[in-house]
Nanobody
């Protein structure tokens, strides 16, 4: 089993920045795939950022050019969020797969078995 703990959320004004961190521990021997998701109350969980099978970054269209994902299961997972907008307000989660590296569906929440408790990000105008 993999344990994930997010940190770094908070309140920021529009145009500001935050850096989220996710500490990864437990059984990482199968090289779990990692990703960031977010969720607003009443809406489905949305994929934000991940990596493809070759390590290239993948982003939701809504955050391209503003968010940067980095890290791995050994050093931790990070999400640098710049030029934040009110629409980015959500609870942010990091997630890990249970089947190693994913070939597809990198931003599909159903592909991930392990989740952190989430960290709230609130962007005000």
């Amino acid at each position: 089993e993999v344990q994930l703990v997010e940190s770094g959320g908070g309140s920021v004004q529009a145009g500001g920045s935050l850096r989220l961190s996710c500490a990864v521990s437990g059984d990482i021997s199968n090289d779990p795939h990692l990703a960031w998701f977010r969720q607003v109350p009443g809406k489905e969980r949305e994929g934000v950022a991940s990596f493809d099978l070759f390590g290239r970054t993948i982003y939701a269209d809504s955050v391209k050019g503003r968010f940067t994902i980095s890290g791995d299961e050994k050093s931790g997972l990070y999400l640098q969020m710049d030029s934040l907008q009110r629409e980015d307000t959500a609870v942010y989660y990091c997630a890990a797969s249970s089947v190693g590296q994913l070939v597809s569906g990198h931003l599909n929440p159903s592909r991930y078995a392990y989740w952190g408790q989430g960290t709230q990000v609130t962007v005000s105008s």
